[in-house]
């Protein structure tokens, strides 16, 4: 029997985001792990309410830990075509066994690894102004992602 | 026994220069955001340059206060990367929260900040393990923050 409580989701938007290079890395923190620097370069977001560009600046600074987990603490800004600045806030993990993380830590062009064989997910939250696109600021959303060799791309779906 | 009243020491002066801010309206209120576009933390107990374009996010609050919440990597003289994170608030003022949000342009303001510090291991890591306050001054496209360590003593 399907649990009644379980979460329904729905496509909201995908957000391609071309990053900057190079990451800057702070390796060997006396807490363990590391942290980087990725910056955001350009990108753009498109689904079925809403489509636009990402606004330069902004980025994101992960936590690396002692365990190879990616923590992400990303903040940056999407721009409608309408002009509505939306703010992005995300947290969540990238994890793989040890030689896909190798892999997608040093992608070269052309490379693509399957988003099967990694685990990329995003607990996210929207803001923006008071009118059509707040729909964004009163749900929770997922995100799935995926690492490429020029950036990051994700699918966020909506928590009904 | 009452406990120590906290001291401090000067460990650094952090100079910003940003980008121009956008602001827009959201539902938690109005918000700004900034890039650094250059900066350097120089002091007796630390030397080094901003290395990214820092994420500095704000809300405007009504009462005139901006709430301020930054992330930035600093790149120190031997090369170590240092991550900063600070929350606090500028003491803009109502009319200069309202002029900020209107036109972009902010009155030299007041602003205290709670840093904290990822280093890696070594002569810098002292600051993972420092209690710190900032105390400082932001007007348009500059910001002079004075760093202070809490000493043990």
Redesign the interface.
């Known amino acids: 029997m399907q649990d009644p409580h379980m979460p329904q989701l729905e496509f909201a938007l995908e957000i391609r985001l071309t990053l900057k290079k190079p990451r800057l890395e702070l390796n060997d923190l006396p807490q363990g792990g590391r942290r980087l620097s990725v910056q955001i370069e350009s990108g753009n977001f498109e689904g079925p309410r809403l489509r636009g560009r990402i606004l330069p600046g902004g980025g994101e600074w992960p936590h690396v830990r002692e365990d190879d987990v990616f923590c992400f603490d990303a903040r940056y800004h999407l721009q409608e075509d309408d002009g509505t600045i939306i703010l992005i806030q995300n947290s969540g993990y990238r994890h793989a066994p040890p030689e896909v993380q190798e892999r997608l830590w040093s992608l070269r062009p052309g490379d693509v690894v399957p988003p099967d064989a990694y685990y990329f997910r995003a607990m996210t939250r929207f803001e923006t102004a008071p009118g059509k696109h707040d729909w964004l600021a009163r749900h929770v959303f997922v995100g799935v992602g995926r690492r490429l060799e020029t950036g990051n791309s994700l699918r966020y779906y909506k928590v009904m | 026994m009452l406990p120590a009243i906290p001291k401090f020491d000067h460990a650094f002066r952090l100079s910003l220069k940003f ?1 121009e801010p ?1 602001r ?5 209120g109005h ?1 700004a ?1 900034l ?1 650094i576009a250059s900066g350097t933390a120089k002091g007796p107990k630390f030397d080094a340059h901003v ?3 820092g ?1 500095e ?1 704000m809300v405007i609050r009504p009462d005139g206060i901006l709430d301020w919440d930054s ?3 600093l ?1 120190a003289k031997d090369g ?4 900063l ?1 600070a929350r606090g608030h500028i003491m803009a003022g109502i009319e200069g929260a309202r002029t900020f949000f209107e036109t972009g342009e902010l009155s030299a303001s007041k602003l205290q900040l709670s840093p904290y510090f ?5 002569p810098h ?1 002292w600051m ?2 420092s209690g710190f306050i900032a105390l400082g001054t932001i007007g348009s496209g500059l910001a002079d923050i004075d760093v202070f360590h809490v000493t043990a003593e």
Not at chain 2, 24 to 28: A, C, G, H, M
Not at chain 2, 118 to 122: L, R
Request: proline share 6%.
């Open positions: 980008r956008f827009y309206p959201s539902t938690t918000r955001a890039n290395a990214d374009d994420g996010l992330r930035m990597m790149c170590a990367m240092i991550y994170r990822d280093t890696p291991k070594g890591d993972t393990r």
